[in-house]
């Protein structure tokens, strides 16, 4: 047990360490394009550090453990609003555009709201994943187009967002270019690498302490993917970067939900079980909705709003460990 405990903690600081390796190796290049901040996090940031539930919910779709492969998305999206912005709003107020709460906002509950409703039948299946990352391919397609506006503004001289029209100097060295590519590539390797180990860990622990793998995978192992998005988000309001900050929490969510759900589906068929159609799923709902409301009071999130979003997640950690534990 001490030994799987171990493993746990090891595997869980490589998947931190390669994601940062990615994420900061992935955000100089996006920079060096001339791409504004909330891009940023939207795409880059936000794959790279959504990066880690890809390799656990896959391998554990591989691996036919259904339970973590869904409860460690519904748990990441989650942990990400309820503790992540949470905890990092304590720090620094988070603030985001008027055109971020009008555009992106709604792309987060709209895909909560998606993801439960297709799991209304008891399951996620092939049909449902081609739903899913049809949604992925179109929120891409708009990244895009808004990447390409911003290059625009950049081009043009015009400022936009929090450090926009900023060219990194890393755009006149190809060969810094070349070796941020090769990191990030290693980055990714360590993360997809650690997520097999870790889904065998997190199984033998769940086994161990005689707590079902759904809840393992919607509080532990949701979490410790969720690291890469706290210390970016946490680090982003320090340094007055909420629109990366921001962003990565957004598109990670959106990530979670379209490009994870959707192809681990097309490896294996996913049971979706009722407390999870009934709690899981609608907290995640709720606390996306939540998200817009706050933003919407003062285009920012408040450290009061802060510790509102802690104490809900707190509240639904303890009904998955205390009330409902299966």
Not at 93 to 107: G, I, Y
Not at 263 to 281: E, G, P
């Amino acid at each position: 047990m001490l030994i799987q405990i171990v493993l746990f903690l090891i595997e869980l600081a490589i998947l931190s360490y390669g994601a940062d390796l990615l994420v900061k190796n992935s955000s100089s290049l996006a920079r060096s394009l001339g791409v504004k901040p909330i891009i940023i996090g939207l795409t880059f940031v936000a794959f790279g550090t959504s990066a880690p539930e890809f390799g656990v919910s896959f391998m554990a779709a591989l691996a036919k453990s259904e339970s973590i492969a869904i409860g460690n998305i519904v748990g990441s999206n989650i942990a990400n609003i309820g503790l992540i912005l949470g905890l990092a709003s304590l720090f620094h107020p988070l603030e985001v555009e008027p055109k971020v709460l009008r555009r992106e906002l709604p792309w987060v509950s709209g895909t909560a709201v998606l993801l439960w409703l297709l799991s209304f039948n008891g399951k996620i299946g092939w049909s449902e994943g081609v739903i899913l990352l049809i949604f992925f391919i179109l929120f891409l397609l708009y990244c895009v187009r808004n990447a390409l506006r911003g290059r625009t503004d950049s081009d043009s001289g015009t400022a936009v967002g929090n450090g926009g029209g900023n060219i990194d100097p890393l755009s006149k060295k190809p060969k810094e270019r070349l070796k941020k590519s090769i990191l990030s590539l290693i980055g990714l390797g360590l993360l997809l690498g650690s997520g097999t180990f870790l889904v065998r860990s997190a199984v033998n622990i769940a086994h161990a302490l005689g707590i079902s793998e759904l809840v393992i995978g919607l509080t532990i192992v949701s979490v410790g993917t969720s690291l890469p998005e706290l210390a970016t988000t946490v680090v982003a309001g320090f340094r007055k970067e909420s629109g990366l900050g921001v962003g990565n929490i957004i598109g990670s969510n959106i990530f979670n939900t379209l490009w994870i759900v959707g192809f681990a589906v097309l490896v294996t068929t996913i049971s979706v079980q009722k407390i999870s159609q009934w709690l899981d799923m609608p907290c995640m709902v709720m606390l996306s909705l939540l998200l817009i409301v706050f933003f919407k009071t003062g285009l920012k999130i408040s450290r009061l709003e802060g510790v509102l979003l802690l104490l809900l997640y707190c509240a639904y950690v303890a009904s998955r460990f205390v009330i409902f534990p299966n």
